[in-house]
């Protein structure tokens, strides 16, 4: 992926998250000197087997499992330090020094309690209509960001503005929280409690991510920017308002560590060789009863950061395209192709009825999407075990076919096809 060409690659998943972007980092971090979050927070969930060994990292880029890979958090992330020096402890404490390698941007806004307090309690006064947020707080700091209330990793400097704003904050949350009937209150006086307890910690991996990036790239370094969820819960060209409450587009990935996108030679999408959705939405190729728990149950499709269950469907291609060009994609990484090795027939979506009319766009409202009936081609499957090809001829020439039929539907060449979990089972494609 990386060559004299190529130096900054973009790395953003284009289905609804899930689609194995920690594993495809973790591969191309070989190659990579630096590593950089641009976007979401601690709701991601990246899981990557090194060996024997699993890890599940929300907040730290996958290229933490290379000794000499620097990784960043950019300012486009908004920051639980909680989690984040409960993240690198773990880390520590299974032999893997990152907080030496790790730096945070100075301008990342912070995901405090009264975040998640109202992450909650907004969700389940939605009833029915919940979204099915991680409750993790993530758009309520995104809110508070964005209405200039926020409170960024260099305001931990200043003791007196802290307490302005979480003061503040926390009266409003407050308001809110019996708004929504529930009886918790957010205690400003232990949130400062809290920041003061991790301040030190966190300004000490303080950084201006930007300014990193341009010296790595300006040295011959290689920068890999990773994005967390998925292009269909991007705030802007996802199934809104189902969506998360940052742009995970490759778009984002500029403004959110930042630098100018002249920077950015590639652009690879992650994308699972079917679907997976978590939480609500509209789903057009979503399977039902006892051919989704195969599915599930054949992917492991449980949530990393909720252990939910994943709802799973059929590859999309209208879904793809729509990513492919928001995204300005170069090329696909293609995973899970293994848990397809078992099938007698394959369902492809190559496009959508929408009210009797056939369709090749996705749709902008939430309303239409629900009501699309997928056109589907059927693709035999290859009945044999994929987890030992390491090449592209080792493939079977059904799974070839599927592939081919995927780059065709998608209109972006394939790159990359994983057949596994481990390092190792990568099938490098051209």
Request: glycine fraction near 12%.
């Amino acid at each position: 992926m990386f060559d004299d060409k190529t130096r900054c690659v973009v790395l953003v998943g284009v289905q609804w998250g899930d689609e194995g972007k920690g594993k495809i980092t973790d591969v191309l971090a070989e190659q990579a000197t630096l590593v950089a979050r641009y976007q979401g927070g601690a709701n991601a969930g990246h899981t990557v087997l090194v060996g024997e060994d699993e890890f599940i990292l929300h907040l730290i880029p996958s290229g933490a499992l290379y000794p000499d890979v620097r990784c960043l958090l950019g300012n486009g992330v908004v920051l639980d330090p909680r989690t984040l020096i409960d993240e690198i402890e773990m880390l520590q404490s299974r032999g893997v020094e990152i907080e030496d390698r790790l730096g945070v941007s100075r301008r990342a806004h912070l995901v405090l309690p009264y975040h998640k307090q109202l992450d909650g309690a907004k969700e389940a006064a939605k009833g029915s209509g919940r979204i099915g947020t991680t409750k993790r707080g993530i758009g309520p700091a995104y809110r508070d960001k964005i209405s200039r209330n926020g409170l960024r990793v260099c305001d931990l400097a200043d003791r007196d503005y802290c307490w302005n704003v979480v003061r503040e904050g926390a009266a409003t949350a407050n308001a809110l929280l019996a708004h929504f009937g529930v009886d918790e209150r957010a205690d400003p006086e232990a949130i400062m409690s809290e920041l003061e307890f991790v301040a030190s910690r966190v300004l000490a991996l303080g950084t201006d991510t930007g300014s990193e990036i341009r010296s790595e790239l300006s040295r011959g370094g290689n920068v890999l920017l990773e994005g967390a969820q998925g292009s269909l819960l991007d705030v802007d060209h996802g199934t809104y308002p189902f969506v998360t409450s940052s742009t995970t587009t490759a778009g984002g990935a500029a403004a959110g560590v930042g630098i100018g996108p002249t920077l950015i030679d590639e652009v690879l999408g992650v994308v699972k060789a079917y679907t997976t959705r978590v939480g609500a939405g509209p789903f057009p190729t979503e399977l039902q009863g006892e051919e989704a728990e195969r599915l599930r149950n054949l992917g492991a499709e449980f949530g990393a950061t909720t252990g939910r269950p994943r709802r799973p469907g059929w590859f999309d291609g209208v879904v793809v395209r729509h990513a492919a060009g928001v995204n300005g994609l170069t090329g696909l990484a293609v995973t899970k192709l293994d848990v397809l090795d078992s099938f007698d027939e394959i369902l492809l979506g190559v496009g959508y009825q929408l009210d009797g009319v056939a369709t090749a766009d996705f749709p902008e409202r939430a309303a239409d999407i629900e009501r699309v009936r997928p056109v589907y081609e059927k693709e035999p499957g290859w009945k044999s075990d994929t987890g030992g090809c390491r090449s592209w001829d080792e493939l079977p020439e059904a799974a070839q076919h599927y592939l081919k039929r995927i780059e065709t539907v998608s209109e972006v060449p394939i790159r990359l096809v994983s057949v596994g979990s481990a390092r190792s089972q990568i099938v490098r494609v051209g």
